[in-house]
C-alpha cells in the first residue's frame, strides 16, 4: 500500500523564520512528488518534482526531491501570516502511458505564522 | 478563469439515505477525481475518470458509485449514508497530456450526516 508521511505534524514560527517541511514516500511505479497549500478551502498547486537534485523555486517558496531517499523538502523563507496553511505532499503512482495516476496525499503539515 | 465547480457546498443528511455530488470540471479537461477528506484527515482518493470512462479506483466503499457524463461533468452517488461518511469531498480536473501534473481542486462539498 502506498504511504506518504508528513512531519512536522505542526509548526508554530514568527515571521521572518525559515521553515522546512519534511515529505517521506513509499510509492509504487512512483512518477512524481507534488506539495499542495491548502487554507480554508480547496488544496492549491505548488510545485510537482519529478527528478531528483532540481530544485524548484518559486518566490519564498522552494522544493527538492530525492528519489534515493524516498523524501522531498519544501523550505518556506521569511514566512508571513499568508503562509499559514495545511501543507500536503502527495505522491504519484504511474498508471501507465501518459494517464496520471492517483495521489497518495500524507497527512500534512500545519503551519501557524505569528506576526 | 473558471475553475472547478462543485455543487452543493454543504449537504446534511440523516443515515441510510442517499446524496449526489456534482462536479464541473475545468473547460477542456478531461479527466475528473473525487477525493474524500475526513476531519483532521489527509485527502483519500476514491476514484477518477478519463474520457467518461473510470480510469483509477481507490478506496470507495461498494456503498458510492460515480460516473463521468458526456459534457464531462462527474457524479458522485452515495447510498446508505453512515455517520463515518462525513467529510469534505474534492473533486479535482486535469487535462491529459498538459505535462504539468497539476490537478485543480474544487472548493468541496461539506457532506454532514446526522
Known amino acids: 500500500e502506498d504511504k506518504v508521511v508528513q512531519s512536522p505534524l505542526s509548526l508554530v514560527v514568527h515571521e521572518g523564520d525559515t521553515v522546512t517541511l519534511n515529505c517521506s514516500y513509499e510509492v509504487t511505479n512512483f512518477r512524481s512528488l507534488l506539495w499542495y497549500k491548502q487554507e480554508k478551502k480547496a488544496p492549491t498547486f505548488l510545485f510537482m518534482l519529478t527528478s531528483s537534485g532540481i530544485e524548484k523555486k518559486s518566490g519564498r517558496l522552494s522544493s527538492i526531491l530525492d528519489k534515493k531517499e524516498l523524501f522531498s523538502i519544501l523550505n518556506i523563507t521569511a514566512t508571513q501570516t499568508g503562509d499559514s496553511a495545511i501543507y500536503l505532499c502527495?505522491?504519484?503512482?504511474?498508471?501507465?502511458?501518459?494517464?496520471?495516476?492517483?495521489?497518495?496525499f500524507g497527512q500534512g503539515t500545519i503551519l501557524t505564522v505569528h506576526p | 478563469a473558471a475553475g472547478v465547480i462543485q455543487s452543493p457546498r454543504h449537504l446534511i443528511k440523516e443515515k441510510r439515505e442517499t446524496a449526489t455530488l456534482k462536479c464541473y470540471p475545468i473547460?477542456?479537461?478531461?479527466?475528473v477525481y473525487w477525493y474524500q477528506q475526513g476531519p483532521g484527515q489527509d485527502p483519500q482518493f476514491l476514484i477518477s475518470?478519463?474520457?467518461?470512462?473510470?480510469?483509477d479506483k481507490g478506496s470507495i466503499p461498494d456503498r458510492f458509485s460515480a460516473q463521468q457524463f458526456s459534457d464531462y461533468h462527474s457524479e458522485l452517488n452515495m447510498s446508505s449514508l453512515e455517520l463515518g461518511d462525513s467529510a469534505l469531498y474534492f473533486c479535482?480536473?486535469?487535462?491529459?497530456?498538459?505535462?504539468?501534473?497539476?490537478?485543480?481542486f474544487g472548493e468541496g462539498s461539506r457532506l454532514t450526516v446526522l
Open positions: 473547460p477542456r479537461h478531461d479527466t
Open positions: 475518470f478519463y474520457e467518461k470512462m473510470q480510469s
Open positions: 502527495a505522491g504519484e503512482a504511474n498508471a501507465g502511458g501518459t494517464s496520471y495516476g492517483k495521489l497518495t
Open positions: 479535482a480536473s486535469s487535462l491529459e497530456g498538459s505535462g504539468t501534473g497539476e490537478l485543480f
